[in-house]
């Protein structure tokens, strides 16, 4: 390992200039075993700095890979992260507020591929909240999916935490790998299932799940006819923290491509809107034709450019996640990424890309 370089330095506003560039950065730091420096920190943002979810998430990679961390406080914008070797065992983050496990998990994962036995990751915050993946997203399409890489890891929803009060627990379960494989995913096939699930947990009235299923159900009728759509209305029960309210639908393609629509309750937010605003999240999604939706897309870059190979994905629109990701892998990686625009003969209306990586080939040098 590299350990006496210099630190690299990253400037943490440019282009999507939020908690990802922390979250790539510091996970490929701990892999690489290069230090990083990163400055200007959501400078931005209307509360620049780091936030207690983003403190937790350095905190749990600097104790992944046993390193040492300087400057992490909450609002402060320059933290810098010297990494050691990465530990198996025991790890637990709690982000004491609605916070979210599935951003945690975002960060973490990939370091614990590259440990020298399995780890288990106790996650406690928000599993659906607002700005971040639903833990139904990171379980139904986002696991299958990092799967064709090699990753596997198990997630066992333990409470569900909702905005404000959190107080979520998930218990992930990572093996690690020798070296991860490279994926393609360029043929998208047709839509062949739609399911979901709305859900209303703590004093909310079932009445809300039925609502928000039914209108999502209504909103995609208009556009996909020949489909049977399930999206079972759920009270959540004894696993449940605190109240909300929310949906999550997912298309699976016949070359097993996945895709989602997903949307939370607020306050004064009627049902029917809950559900509707998911379904056309969805709809967007499966209209380009691209192979993942527009959350996916960025949280495979940092698999892609670890992989041993060349990952080929077609996607829809490139969305600045998946720019800032790529950005952030090719500084501190070997990794090469393309990205082509691809114009469908058929209908001008379906412009796709694809994303191409060179990736770097990392090898675990622990197993």
């Known amino acids: 390992m590299k350990m006496d370089s210099a630190a690299v330095e990253i400037d943490g506003s440019v282009m999507e200039g939020g908690g990802q560039i922390l979250r790539v950065s510091a996970a490929l730091s701990c892999i690489t075993g290069a230090a990083i420096k990163i400055t200007k920190i959501r400078a931005g943002r209307s509360t620049p700095g780091l936030r207690p979810q983003h403190l937790m998430g350095l905190q749990l990679v600097s104790d992944l890979c046993s390193g040492s961390l300087q400057g992490a406080s909450i609002g402060s914008t320059d933290i810098s992260l010297t990494p050691g070797k990465i530990r198996s065992g025991n790890h637990t983050a709690d982000t004491q507020t609605a916070g979210s496990v599935c951003l945690l998990l975002q960060a973490a994962l990939p370091c614990t591929l590259y440990a020298d036995a399995a780890s288990q990751l106790c996650l406690k915050g928000g599993t659906n909240a607002e700005m971040a993946p639903q833990i139904d997203y990171t379980v139904k399409v986002f696991k299958p999916i ?108 016949s070359t097993g491509c996945l895709f989602a629509g997903s949307a939370l309750g607020k306050k004064g937010v009627y049902a029917d809107k809950v559900g509707i605003e998911a379904a056309e999240m969805l709809l967007r999604n499966i209209r380009h034709n691209g192979c993942v939706d527009e959350f996916l897309q960025d949280q495979l870059i940092i698999f892609m450019a670890l992989a041993k190979g060349t990952s080929r994905i077609r996607t829809g629109p490139v969305t600045l996640h998946t720019q800032t990701a790529i950005h952030m892998a090719e500084q501190l990686t070997q990794a090469k990424f393309t990205i082509t625009k691809s114009e469908d003969e058929l209908s001008s209306s379906s412009i796709t890309y694809i994303i191409e990586c060179q990736g770097s080939g990392v090898v675990n040098p622990n197993l």
């Open 146 to 253: 990092v799967e064709k890489f090699g990753v596997h890891f198990d997630c066992d929803i333990r409470l569900r935490g909702y905005y404000p009060k959190g107080g979520g627990e998930v218990m992930v379960t990572v093996n690690p790998v020798k070296e991860l494989q490279p994926v393609t995913m360029t043929e998208r096939g047709t839509i062949t299932k739609i399911h979901g699930r709305a859900f209303v947990a703590g004093v909310l009235p079932f009445k809300l799940a039925k609502d928000m299923s039914a209108a999502a159900v209504r909103t995609i009728r208009k556009e996909i006819k020949e489909l049977y759509i399930n999206i079972q209305p759920v009270q959540e029960k004894d696993k449940a923290y605190g109240n909300g309210n929310g949906i999550i639908i997912i298309a699976e393609s």
